[in-house]
T-cell receptor
């Protein structure tokens, strides 16, 4: 069975500082990994995804994530936080893209300190 | 890009009534749609997976007679909450996918259901 663990349910960073949101996965097959962002009372927006191509994945809004098989990690980073980055972030895993269900982590609420 | 439209965005209904939520893929054919439920400040829990033209597959613990899912076409799936009760109040989100699509999964904007 696949699973993801997001360390830290709440993360606070100052505006302009580095954002690091942690995600570790468990999968019996090569995983497909995703990061989504959710603003209040809205659906999920895809930030980026890893589908066995380049291990460093660049996404929207300046976010990127690196797939590290040896560490079973897929941490999300952004060099400089912006106030608009305040939201809930979910890491998810699937064993294929398209028809297989996503398994979500518990989410990390990111707060930006002015 | 791929767009999934979900309606209504919010609904208030009386206990004992039924509510239908629609999920439409606007610019692609969604062979598979997923329905999730999200409680406040919690993650998304998959309720069921539906493939066009076949019966939905429900996750363990989800009452299929209470949460009716129909996926009659490649662009429309519906979730009907039957005989709703206050404990059914939640945020429901649909997701659509298509095999081989670069975008993978696209989510609707969610429906806030409040049962009074």
């Amino acid at each position: 069975a696949q699973s993801v663990t997001q360390l830290g349910s709440h993360v606070s960073v100052s505006e302009g500082a580095l954002v690091l949101l942690r995600c570790n996965y468990s999968s019996s097959v090569p995983p497909y990994l995703f990061w989504y962002v959710q603003y209040p009372n809205q659906g999920l927006q895809l930030l980026l995804k890893y589908t066995s191509a380049a291990t460093l994945v660049k996404g929207i809004n300046g976010f990127e994530a690196e797939f590290k098989k040896s560490e079973t990690s897929f941490h999300l980073t952004k060099p400089s936080a912006h106030m608009s980055d305040a939201a809930e972030y979910f890491c998810a895993v699937s064993d294929s893209v398209g028809n297989e269900k996503l398994t979500f982590g518990t989410g990390t609420r990111l707060t930006i300190i002015p | 890009g791929a767009v999934v439209s979900q309606h209504p965005s919010w609904v208030i209904c009386k206990s004992g009534t039924s509510v239908k939520i629609e999920c439409r893929s606007l610019d692609f054919q969604a062979t598979t749609m997923f329905w999730y439920r999200q409680f406040p400040k919690q993650s998304l829990m998959l309720m069921a997976t539906s493939n066009e033209g076949s019966k939905a597959t429900y996750e363990q613990g989800v009452e299929k007679d209470k949460f009716l899912i129909n996926h009659a076409s490649l662009t429309l799936s519906t979730l009907t909450v039957t005989s709703a009760h206050p404990e059914d109040s939640s945020f429901y989100i649909c997701s659509a996918s298509s095999p081989g699509a670069d975008y993978g999964y696209t989510f609707g904007s969610g429906t806030r259901l409040t049962v009074v």
